[in-house]
């Protein structure tokens, strides 16, 4: 299994960044998708997660309004779009697969990055304020 992370980059504070995320050897479409961040010195945190068939998703609070996770099973890719970037979203950010049969919807699981089965490599976001 890979997944390939890219899109980072530096971009002024209020500007955008789309993140990309193919994933292979796998079946794409049975993995809930997740995108992470780690900021240095501080823990792996949850950004957003979207389900199997990209009908549902989730996000972490700053997240909400300003990202947008997507999936597309037929290309095996998950992005997350950021938009109004703030410095404090300046981090690695990672995509992850989980595999697990757990039902999407009120599952906290798939917050936790402790839960996934497969990681990509990370990109960096760096925001300029």
């Known amino acids: 299994v890979q997944l390939q992370a890219s899109g980072g980059g530096l971009v002024q504070a209020g500007g955008s960044l789309r993140l990309s995320c193919a994933a292979s050897?796998?079946?794409?479409?049975?993995?809930?998708m997740g995108w992470f961040r780690q900021a240095p010195g501080r823990e792996r945190e949850f950004v957003a997660t979207i389900d199997r068939s990209g009908t549902r998703t989730r996000y972490q609070d700053s997240a909400k309004g300003r990202f947008t996770i997507s999936r597309d099973n037929a290309m095996n890719t998950v992005w997350l779009q950021m938009n109004s970037l703030k410095s404090e979203d300046t981090a690695v950010y990672f995509c992850?697969?989980?595999?697990?049969?757990?039902?999407?919807?009120?599952?906290?699981?798939?917050?936790?990055?402790?839960?996934?089965?497969?990681w990509g490599q990370g990109t960096q976001v760096t925001v300029s304020s």
């Open positions: 992850a697969a989980d595999g697990t049969a757990v039902a999407f919807t009120g599952a906290n699981v798939f917050l936790n990055p402790a839960h996934y089965d497969f």
């Open positions: 050897g796998l079946t794409f479409s049975n993995y809930v």
